[in-house]
């Protein structure tokens, strides 16, 4: 067969509708790669033969080759922009607490009690980096897509309410402490005489660790949300990451990026606020694969598997948490 007359033979193909390409490659059979050379059908779905019209059935051979189908949907360009209004919204783009500038919509989870579809991202991209007692988010809180940052409007935009978070807990932290609280109004009054324009705040050193930064979103409707992520497509399932596992992230900032795990069981000290630190025990560390925006992405094997959820990172490196111990926190599952 003379492949260059592929252009042709596909036109002659047009009036079947279900066609959308042809092309050279090789014969599949039960999923293993025969090595015998076909002309590829490329389909938007496969069907039973005995499904088809007759007008309908395509060649076993085509100029001499034989055919191989191959489902491939429907084919289009790919302007999907991760930073605009998208409905229904994928995992990959921009999403965030209504008081948050903007993260990245990590994947759709379901509660292991009722099956409730959710949106999965960190607490400081959903819940505002509450630790539960701050009062910086609560539950039913309005969540938008895309973040603020990106346009999004509170008003028009709310793609759900927040369901719940897990506590990130910095080094300080204010205390609640009664005395404590009166001793700095007290201080403040008499520092206001001399230097209105000085504060003093009584803070306390908590020995708390982190272990995930995770929170999830009800949508407001399940029809505002598809599972598949962008430019990655369906979650396979989990694994535990690995040294030396190559890794991937679809991120509202960067897009679609790569990495390789470097080390596993990390404690580190983490930036969450100017001049403020918490403390993350039991995290992975990747290579450099995320930009500021892209908190909250899904981290997943080349064979998309969940292993983690991406929280941190610098120029130099990526910091993710444990994909079990996400969902175990959350009480949810992919």
Not at 105 to 112: E, I, L, Y
Not at 286 to 299: E, H, I, N, T
Not at 315 to 333: C, G, H, Y
């Amino acid at each position: 067969m003379d492949w260059r007359n592929i252009p042709h033979i596909f036109r002659d193909m047009g009036d079947v509708d279900n066609v959308v390409g042809l092309g050279r490659g090789y014969k599949w059979v039960r999923g293993e790669n025969t090595g015998q050379e076909a002309a590829l059908v490329l389909v938007k779905k496969k069907f039973p033969r005995d499904d088809l019209r007759r007008a309908a059935l395509l060649p076993e051979e085509i100029a001499g080759v034989p055919t191989d189908v191959i489902e491939v949907g429907d084919i289009r360009l790919l302007t999907e922009t991760r930073t605009e209004l998208l409905r229904p919204a994928r995992p990959g783009i921009s999403i965030g607490h209504y008081k948050v500038s903007a993260g990245t919509f990590g994947a759709v989870v379901r509660d292991r009690n009722t099956g409730e579809a959710l949106i999965l991202s960190n607490n400081h991209v959903l819940a505002n980096l509450s630790n539960g007692l701050d009062e910086r988010a609560k539950v039913g809180d309005a969540i938008i897509q895309p973040g603020t940052y990106d346009g999004g409007d509170p008003k028009s935009m709310v793609i759900g309410h927040l369901n719940r978070f897990i506590p990130v807990y910095s080094e300080v932290s204010s205390p609640r402490c009664k005395i404590a609280k009166t001793f700095e109004g007290i201080f403040n009054v008499c520092l206001g005489v001399v230097r209105p324009q000085y504060r003093i705040q009584v803070l306390r050193e908590t020995e708390k660790v982190n272990l995930v930064d995770c929170a999830v979103a009800t949508p407001v409707s399940p029809d505002l949300i598809s599972a598949d992520i962008l430019e990655v497509g369906p979650i396979a399932g989990t694994k535990e990451a690995q040294i030396g596992m190559t890794v991937k992230k679809s991120g509202r900032s960067s897009g679609l990026t790569f990495s390789v795990v470097l080390a596993t069981d990390v404690t580190v000290r983490v930036g969450v606020g100017k001049d403020e630190y918490g403390v993350f025990s039991d995290q992975i560390l990747a290579g450099p694969m995320s930009m500021p925006g892209d908190s909250g992405s899904l981290v997943l094997s080349e064979d998309n598997m969940a292993v983690g959820l991406l929280f941190a990172g610098s120029e130099q490196a990526t910091m993710f948490s444990r994909i079990d111990r996400v969902l175990d926190a959350l009480n949810v599952k992919l």
